[in-house]
């Protein structure tokens, strides 16, 4: 049974920075995209930003890619997301979830997640 854990989650004054980390377990991981997804209050829940394990690809769907940066420790089955320059929009609850399928690309089909982590910025 695949275990996927989001840590790091809390509040930060805008223009701040925040590091999630997810660390899945249960299977091998080494051909997965992983990924992580934000749930703002009121609204869907979108993909914020996936890494391929296979080739360290990585996929930022929305203009978070210049605030936001996947990276990811193959040994440890974690990936990270260190988030800066927090605006109050970016208030939501973080998932980390975890695709064996590395062909889908861009990153679709997410099966296993976690319950996801709290991120609230001030302004």
């Known amino acids: 049974q695949v275990h996927v854990v989001e840590s790091g989650g809390g509040l930060v004054q805008a223009g701040g920075s925040l590091r999630l980390s997810c660390v899945a377990s249960g299977r091998t991981f080494s051909r997965d995209v992983m990924a992580w997804f934000r749930q703002p209050p009121g609204k869907e829940r979108e993909l914020v930003a996936a890494?391929?394990?296979?080739?360290?690809?990585?996929y930022y769907p929305h203009t978070e890619k210049g605030r936001f940066t996947i990276s990811g420790d193959s040994a440890k089955n974690m990936v990270n997301l260190q988030m800066s320059s927090l605006k109050p929009e970016d208030t939501a609850v973080y998932y980390c979830a975890t695709n064996p399928y590395e062909d889908s690309w861009p990153p679709w089909g997410f099966a296993s997640w976690g319950q996801g982590t709290q991120v609230t910025v001030s302004s």
């Open positions: 890494l391929r394990w296979s080739d360290s690809a990585t």
